[in-house]
């Protein structure tokens, strides 16, 4: 075999907890290190170490991400109250997701992996829709009152100038629901320059939707503000070949579900919310998802969508072999890969994850997949159910057939 691909920037490696952390090992055993030199700056972001660094490890990733510019993250445990007993941990500390996310300003980016044996339940989709959830305010920093009596509600803002704004909400002529929400323009900003970088980067349209019939002014922002972000990018959409797109949200809607698929959707924080489960649930499976974040900048940090797989963990402590599905997080290194090999021009690094995400997807066509993608595929008769090491060993014949 040839020699192994040299790298030149490290990619930052976010290690992770329970059943993906023992998946990340063997993909990176049998799928990776054989094939490349692999320059890495390791965090180890296994709960346990998260608890020794007082979750100082986080930040450390988040910050090294800034500074070299892509990561792979492995899925990490969210603590709760049970986790804290189990893991004897020093407080709860918070989601590692959104500590990176909130460092590095980021916008999420979900795209199914689609295999031809799998049929979405939208017929007309060919190809992946990925959706982008703008993660900042709206109904999720909201402030509500429930009142037991009519009255006035006002909505009332004081400037750090002292000026202040006051409008009449609703005159109310008997107990109600009130709600306040907020966002703000420096976040909608970078959710549309990353929207556009991620755009111009999957070389994929864009489709933004809101209700600014309804809503002119907070909705009107986001449009306008997309609208003059998007100025800044156009000649790089005309050059690339691809739009942006903008329409009212159930217009949107419509649009999606009758579309062939293959383009980004940008969503407001609860549509995203909503339409990810939809879009998700509708092209097949949770460990078929990728997840990308990006940040204004252009920094990239890259995992599956799914998490720990704390059920199927449980089972291998017993000693169990379980089928539990790399596939994401195979492409959450590929993914990785192939962007540090884009920023650092080394074509054979691109082109060996393109050849390690069509080795697996060329084994699940051949009929070997892990149980959660034969309940969902085609049976011709050629399924063979295989543990997550059987899986992986099928894919690395397969990526050797290939390089
Ligand atoms: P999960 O790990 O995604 O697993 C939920 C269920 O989905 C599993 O029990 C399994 O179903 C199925 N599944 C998910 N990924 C699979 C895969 N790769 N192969 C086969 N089946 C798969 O979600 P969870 O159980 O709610 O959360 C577990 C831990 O992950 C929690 O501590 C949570 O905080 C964390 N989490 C982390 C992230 C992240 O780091 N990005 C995201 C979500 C959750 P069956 O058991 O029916 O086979
Ligand atoms: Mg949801």
Same mark, same amino acid.
């Given at each position: 075999?040839?020699?192994?691909?040299?790298?030149?920037?490290?990619?930052?490696e976010?290690?992770g907890?329970?059943?993906?952390?023992?998946?990340?090992?063997m993909?990176?055993?049998?799928?990776?290190?054989?094939?490349?030199?692999?320059?890495t700056?390791?965090?180890?972001?296994?709960?346990k170490?998260?608890?020794e660094?007082?979750?100082?490890?986080?930040?450390?990733?988040a910050?090294?991400?800034?500074k070299?510019?892509? *990561?792979?993250? +492995? *899925?990490?445990?969210?603590?709760?109250?049970q986790?804290?007993?189990?893991y004897? $941990?020093?407080?709860m500390?918070?989601? %590692?997701?959104?500590?990176i996310r909130?460092?590095?300003d980021?916008?999420v980016?979900?795209?199914?992996?689609?295999?031809?044996?799998?049929? %979405?339940?939208?017929r007309?989709?060919?190809?992946?829709?990925?959706?982008?959830?703008?993660?900042?305010g709206?109904v999720?920093?909201n402030?509500?009152?429930r009142?037991?009596?009519?009255?006035?509600?006002e909505?009332?803002?004081?400037?750090?100038?002292?000026?202040?704004?006051?409008q009449?909400?609703?005159?109310?002529?008997? %107990?109600g629901?009130?709600?306040?929400?907020h &966002?703000?323009?420096?976040?909608?900003?970078?959710?549309?320059?990353? +929207?556009?970088q991620?755009a111009?980067?999957?070389k994929?349209?864009?489709?933004?939707?809101?209700?600014d019939?309804?809503?002119?002014i907070?909705?009107?922002a986001?449009k306008? !503000?997309?609208?003059?972000?998007f100025?800044?990018?156009?000649?790089?959409?005309d050059a690339a070949? !691809?739009e942006?797109?903008y329409t $009212?949200?159930d217009?949107?809607?419509?649009?999606?579900?009758?579309?062939k698929?293959?383009?980004?959707?940008? +969503?407001?924080?609860y549509?995203?919310?909503?339409?990810?489960?939809?879009?998700?649930?509708?092209?097949g499976s949770?460990?078929m998802?990728?997840?990308?974040?990006?940040s %204004?900048?252009?920094?990239?940090?890259y995992?599956?969508?799914?998490?720990?797989?704390t059920?199927?963990?449980?089972?291998?402590?017993?000693?169990e072999?379980?089928?539990?599905n790399p596939?994401a997080?195979i492409f959450?290194?590929?993914?990785?890969?192939?962007?540090?090999?884009e $920023?650092d021009?080394?074509?054979?690094?691109?082109?060996?994850?393109d050849?390690?995400?069509k080795?697996c997807?060329?084994?699940i066509?051949s009929g070997?997949?892990?149980?959660?993608l *034969?309940?969902?595929?085609?049976?011709?008769?050629?399924?063979?159910?295989? &543990?997550?090491?059987?899986?992986?060993?099928a894919?690395?014949? +397969?990526l050797?057939?290939?390089?």
């Amino acid at each position: 075999m040839a020699d192994k691909i040299l790298m030149k920037t490290p990619l930052v490696e976010m290690d992770g907890d329970e059943m993906t952390r023992i998946l990340w090992q063997m993909i990176k055993d049998e799928l990776i290190l054989p094939f490349v030199d692999l320059k890495t700056e390791y965090y180890d972001l296994g709960l346990k170490h998260r608890d020794e660094t007082r979750d100082q490890v986080t930040i450390d990733s988040a910050e090294a991400t800034k500074k070299y510019g892509v *990561a792979v993250k +492995c *899925a990490t445990i969210t603590p709760n109250v049970q986790r804290m007993s189990e893991y004897d $941990l020093h407080e709860m500390w918070k989601s %590692p997701n959104g500590t990176i996310r909130a460092i590095l300003d980021g916008t999420v980016f979900r795209t199914p992996i689609t295999v031809s044996r799998i049929h %979405p339940a939208v017929r007309s989709w060919e190809k992946p829709i990925t959706i982008a959830r703008h993660a900042y305010g709206d109904v999720y920093k909201n402030t509500e009152i429930r009142t037991t009596e009519g009255g006035t509600a006002e909505l009332v803002f004081t400037g750090d100038s002292g000026a202040v704004t006051r409008q009449i909400v609703q005159k109310l002529d008997g %107990p109600g629901v009130l709600q306040g929400m907020h &966002n703000k323009e420096a976040s909608i900003r970078s959710f549309a320059h990353s +929207c556009f970088q991620f755009a111009l980067s999957q070389k994929q349209d864009l489709w933004f939707g809101t209700k600014d019939t309804i809503s002119k002014i907070y909705d009107g922002a986001f449009k306008e !503000i997309m609208a003059e972000v998007f100025e800044e990018y156009k000649d790089r959409f005309d050059a690339a070949g !691809i739009e942006y797109f903008y329409t $009212l949200i159930d217009d949107a809607v419509a649009r999606v579900i009758r579309s062939k698929g293959g383009f980004i959707w940008a +969503c407001k924080n609860y549509d995203g919310d909503v339409m990810s489960d939809m879009v998700s649930t509708a092209f097949g499976s949770l460990a078929m998802m990728t997840s990308v974040l990006v940040s %204004p900048d252009g920094i990239y940090e890259y995992e599956a969508a799914h998490g720990t797989v704390t059920r199927h963990y449980y089972r291998y402590l017993q000693g169990e072999q379980t089928s539990t599905n790399p596939v994401a997080t195979i492409f959450a290194w590929t993914g990785a890969l192939r962007k540090r090999g884009e $920023l650092d021009d080394i074509q054979d690094l691109v082109t060996f994850a393109d050849k390690l995400e069509k080795a697996c997807l060329d084994t699940i066509e051949s009929g070997i997949m892990t149980k959660d993608l *034969a309940l969902l595929a085609d049976d011709d008769g050629t399924i063979q159910v295989v &543990n997550s090491v059987e899986f992986l060993k099928a894919i690395r014949r +397969c990526l050797e057939a290939l390089l």
